[in-house]
């Protein structure tokens, strides 16, 4: 196999990370997730990347958690960081432009993937870069890398419009790794009849980097990452986590923001089959079984 440094284009090896510090490619498309408490102090919590207008993914516990905390009728907000424009503040931690409020919620009742939807503001529509995402399951020992930003402290200027800008304690992350196992992954529920796919790796996931982006050699996305900290990682990192597979969010609904600040709930299905969400398919690694589920087998040993 190669050395995804030579692959990614970072000079990194194996179980090692970086920071992703140039508005380039991932900064797009790819937002970490601010929870501004009752206190009206502020945290990353996630990390949400846009997949349509208004459209974020991430882990359904991150979703779990903020709403948890954020029960209704009281003060928290949760905000999606944008950076329009340059973006940056001349650090890898601080951004200008909008923050997008999050206004509806989605979760996968059976895999840790959820959908977030937020308001657009004028003129975000024709900015906002989506990621396209690609319906297959890679090989044991294939190179991945995960992009996140991990949990910390965040700073913003808050005014009655809401928060502008945002300065983070940690900023986006890029680890490297390889696929070290495909497994089946139960749902919550444990009396379902059958599991959900993925895949392990040890692609470095430092400070819970929940709903990160988990991207193949060719940069397409493949997943989302969910759990991290496995007790017995391989020898060259001291990470491991598991992936959930984007194909996943074909059988979801979501909001669609209107123009007139309404939503819209269609099926994600609908939006890629017309074009609206941007997907390629490989199907010998993923296919809709007898019961119309997105699935995936392993690819087979050449």
Same mark, same amino acid.
């Given at each position: ?18 920071? #992703? ?21 502020l945290r990353v919590n996630g990390t949400a990347v846009c ?11 991150? #979703? ?16 999606i960081a944008w950076t329009s424009g340059p973006g940056l ?89 390889? #696929? ?32 990160g982006a988990v991207i193949d050699q060719h940069n397409r ?82």
């Open positions: 196999m190669d050395d995804p440094a030579s692959i990614f284009g970072f000079a990194m090896h194996l179980g090692e990370h970086v920071v #992703v510090d140039s508005h380039e490619r991932f900064r797009d498309w790819l937002m970490p997730i601010v929870l501004i408490d009752e206190d009206r102090e997949i349509g207008p208004g459209t974020f993914v991430t882990a359904r516990h991150v #979703v779990d958690y903020l709403l948890d905390v954020r029960p209704q009728g009281n003060d928290a907000e949760v905000w503040l001349g650090t890898a931690n601080a951004f200008r432009g909008q923050m997008l409020s999050v206004k509806r919620y989605r979760r996968h009742p059976r895999v840790d993937l959820a959908v977030l939807t937020t308001a657009l503001p004028a003129g975000a529509v024709g900015q906002l870069a989506t990621v396209r995402w690609s319906l297959r399951m890679p090989a044991l020992g294939e190179p991945v890398a995960l992009l996140g930003y991990p949990a910390g402290k965040a700073s913003a200027d808050i005014t009655e419009e809401g928060p502008t800008g945002v300065a983070l304690e940690y900023p986006l992350m890029l680890g490297f790794g390889s #696929v070290t196992g495909h497994n089946e992954l139960w749902g919550p529920n444990p009396n379902l009849p059958r599991s959900w796919p993925g895949f392990e790796t040890d692609a470095p996931m430092p400070g819970a980097m929940s709903g996305l493949i997943g989302f990452s969910s759990s991290s900290q496995k007790p017995n990682p391989p020898e060259h990192s001291s990470w491991s986590g598991y992936v959930n597979m984007a194909g996943f969010l074909l059988g979801m609904d979501v909001d669609v923001p209107q123009g007139d600040g309404t939503f819209v709930p269609l099926h994600v299905a609908e939006l890629v089959g017309s074009g609206v969400m941007s997907v390629d398919v490989d199907p010998t690694t993923f296919y809709i079984d007898d019961y119309g589920n997105p699935t995936y087998r392993p690819p087979e040993t050449q």
